[in-house]
């Protein structure tokens, strides 16, 4: 997984490229990193594609940090699809792509 991540007032920020899937994340090296930040923002500006793995890793985030305290960002709309079919768009901060 192609991703770089910020470290700023407490708020890690994660922005990643490319497919979201089981063979690009690593889940363990991202919980990690996430423990000790007060908020954690994914931007998927630049995602093709988001898997059923990628959903797993939103949610083991957000029990880290906390549901309000977790939010994805710049999402397109076929992950979008994605994430109100896994029932995710509900229970986290899911804002799209500006038009």
Not at 6 to 35: A, E, H, P
Not at 46 to 66: A, E, N, Q, R
């Amino acid at each position: 997984m192609k991703f770089e991540y910020i470290n700023k007032n407490s708020t890690m920020t994660f922005y990643f490229r490319g497919k979201l899937n089981y063979f690009s994340i690593d889940s363990n090296k991202i919980t990690d990193l996430v423990k000790g930040a007060v908020c954690v923002v994914f931007d998927l500006e630049h995602v093709d594609y988001v898997s059923s793995d990628f959903m797993t890793l939103c949610m083991l985030v957000s029990k880290i940090v906390g549901i309000k305290q977790f939010s994805v960002i710049n999402v397109n709309d076929f992950s979008l699809k994605v994430f109100n079919i896994c029932g995710l768009k509900k229970l986290l901060n899911i804002y799209p792509k500006a038009a």
